[in-house]
């Protein structure tokens, strides 16, 4: 190969341009702390791909000595083009696959849907407080900018007691708040200082409504404070809380597919949280379950077949005792082909 000579004179410019704006890309994105994140990371992956190209190109143009060789280099550069791009290609069809089957998480989570849905159809005209990062823009592109919103979370952690600021914010009625759950909260110190200021105002009876993953992870929690007086609110007697959904198990299953098999043949689902009364039923869309009350913490119940005969979601909450609890979905994934389920697993 020592006697090989390429075409054109400039390649040398074309990886020195590559290598450069490589580098350039990798010192920022090291630079700028807030910038770290992987999808900022990513940012730099097509770079060495580039190197990549220029060597398909060099093993195709090459003119070696003997001239005989020059199959052999376009065969070679013709091998390393159909490698890379088939195990790119491959690579894109699982990444699509799983994201399909198991839903975004955390900064990337699919339940920005759901949340946003609710945000037009239930607060229109309405100011969120958001208090999170990474929430407002896909707000503002999801809801086509209809939804206005402001971020008291700079100001917050920048704050060295912010929870005398949070406890401003609950003083103003009908506020409406969202953060992320606490495993995907940005700021661990906001967030425990929103839930500390509402520990230490009692009289607060917030609204809460919870939005899960496709996994059954809590992604976030929206709460409203009601359009009451201060006074009036503290004047009420406080009543007894709805019940709160946590966790669906399981929380995603295969279409036409049974899980948890009960002796009588038939599929059940058991549903996690709080204050469940013995008189409580598990709801699906409009279709009430034979529910098995397991204590203020648990409730079981089966599930008709038709229910998941076909993919898609299944909406389900639990209305009983103190009232309705807030909404999660049981997602009914469609069978994946034979020879994509192996590759997945």
């Known amino acids: 190969m020592a006697g090989f000579l390429f075409e054109p004179p400039s390649r040398r410019r074309s990886f020195v341009f590559a290598g450069g704006v490589f580098a350039l890309t990798f010192s920022f994105v090291t ?46 550069g013709a091998a390393l083009f159909l490698v890379v791009f088939i195990s790119n290609l491959w690579l894109g069809l699982v990444f699509h696959a799983r994201l399909a089957r198991r839903g975004g998480s955390g900064y990337w989570t699919e339940a920005i849907n759901d949340l946003v849905r609710v945000l037009r159809t239930e607060y229109a005209g309405r100011t969120i407080q958001v208090m999170d990062w990474g929430i407002t823009g896909p ?4 809801s086509r900018g209809r939804i206005q919103c402001q971020v008291p979370l700079w100001q917050l952690m920048e704050s060295p007691q912010p929870v005398p600021d949070v406890v401003a914010l609950l003083r103003t009625p009908g506020q409406v708040f969202v953060l992320r759950s606490k495993a995907f909260a940005f700021s661990k110190k906001v967030h425990a200082a929103f839930f500390q200021a509402l520990r230490e105002q009692p009289e607060r009876r917030l609204i809460e409504k919870r939005f899960f993953q496709q996994n059954g992870e809590l992604a976030f929690i929206l709460l409203e404070l009601p359009e009451q007086t201060v006074h009036a609110e503290a004047q009420r007697s406080p009543g007894p809380a709805p019940p709160v959904l946590e966790q669906l198990v399981p929380s995603a299953v295969t279409a036409g597919e049974r899980f948890n098999v009960q002796p009588s043949g038939e599929a059940a689902i058991a549903v996690l949280g709080e204050r469940f009364a013995p008189r409580s039923v598990v709801i699906v869309g409009s279709q009430e379950l034979v529910t098995t009350y397991g204590g ?27 009232g309705t609890s807030g909404t999660m979905f049981l997602i009914v994934r469609p069978r994946p082909p034979g020879w994509l389920e192996k590759v997945l697993d």
């Open 31 to 76: 630079l700028i702390s807030i910038a770290s994140g992987p999808h900022h990371v990513a940012a730099i992956y097509p770079f060495p791909e580039l190197f990549v190209g220029l060597a398909v190109s060099l093993l195709w143009r090459a003119r070696p000595s003997p001239p005989e060789w020059q199959k052999l280099s376009r065969a070679a």
């Open 139 to 142: 707000v503002l592109v999801l």
């Open 296 to 322: 203020p913490e648990l409730l079981t119940a089966f599930v008709p077949r038709d229910l998941y005969s076909r993919p898609g979601r299944l909406r389900i909450f639990v209305r009983g005792g103190n």
